[in-house]
């Protein structure tokens, strides 16, 4: 069993609605849970961190981690074509980040 | 913009032989971090440099060997290239005392091995 597991889509859909990516983890011993985006030919940006159960929330970006079902996802609102992109899970251990394989992401205007 | 720099940018090399790929971290960083990105995976963790030392390493064989220099600036090396070896190699620096988890990354050099 892998670490992280995502599902890698594609994910298809249309400009304005919710989106929702999510990642499953098995090592009780990650401590910081991570979202990045990554597009064609680029580097990942890192959009939101967190190190707790709950919500954060950051303009349009909702990130949220369930310690207890080892289970987190990325909401984004009001979507866009600029959403557009492969959106990686990540989390720390021991300094170290393990990423999920990514969800690629088409916004459809 | 003090991001992270990576160059090249992109690298043909022949199977066997050797290649150095060079990473400047973000200005006030001090730890580096390289990954490998096969197509439609996940960048997977090689090694962390800090104070000029290999401070953590992944699941990759000895052929992978890195550097880090006095500027913090880094290298990574691979010896005896194979074709599994093609991948976008992703350097990452962040800081050691500021517990930035805002690991920055560079856009990465494209190796492609014939």
């Known amino acids: 069993q892998k670490e992280v597991e995502q599902d890698p889509g594609p994910l298809s859909v249309p400009e304005g609605a919710i989106v929702s990516l999510n990642c499953t983890y098995s090592?009780?011993?990650?401590?910081?849970f991570m979202w990045y985006r990554q597009y064609s030919r680029k580097g990942p940006e890192l959009l939101m961190y967190?190190?707790?159960?709950g919500n954060k929330e950051d303009g349009r970006f909702t990130a949220q981690v369930d310690k207890s079902s080892k289970y987190i996802s990325l909401f984004i609102r009001d979507s866009q074509p600029s959403d557009s992109a492969t959106y990686l899970c990540a989390m720390n251990r021991d300094d170290k980040i393990i990423f999920g394989k990514g969800t690629r992401l088409h916004i459809l205007p | 913009d003090a991001g992270v720099t990576q160059s090249p940018t992109h690298l043909i090399k022949t199977r066997g032989q050797q290649v150095t790929l060079r990473c400047s971290p973000k200005s006030g960083h001090d730890t580096v971090s390289w990954y490998q990105q096969a197509l439609g995976q996940g960048p997977q963790f090689i090694f962390q440099y800090y104070e000029e030392e290999e401070r953590q390493r992944g699941n990759f064989p000895d052929r992978f060997s890195g550097h880090q220099f006095p500027n913090y600036s880094s290298e990574l090396n691979v010896n005896a290239l194979l074709l599994g070896d093609s991948a976008l190699y992703l350097c990452?620096?962040?800081?050691?005392?500021?517990?930035?988890?805002?690991?920055?990354f560079g856009s990465g050099t494209r190796l492609t091995v014939v």
């Open positions: 090592n009780s011993a990650f401590q910081y």
């Open positions: 967190t190190y707790s159960s």
């Open positions: 990452a620096s962040t800081s050691a005392t500021g517990y930035d988890y805002g690991y920055t």
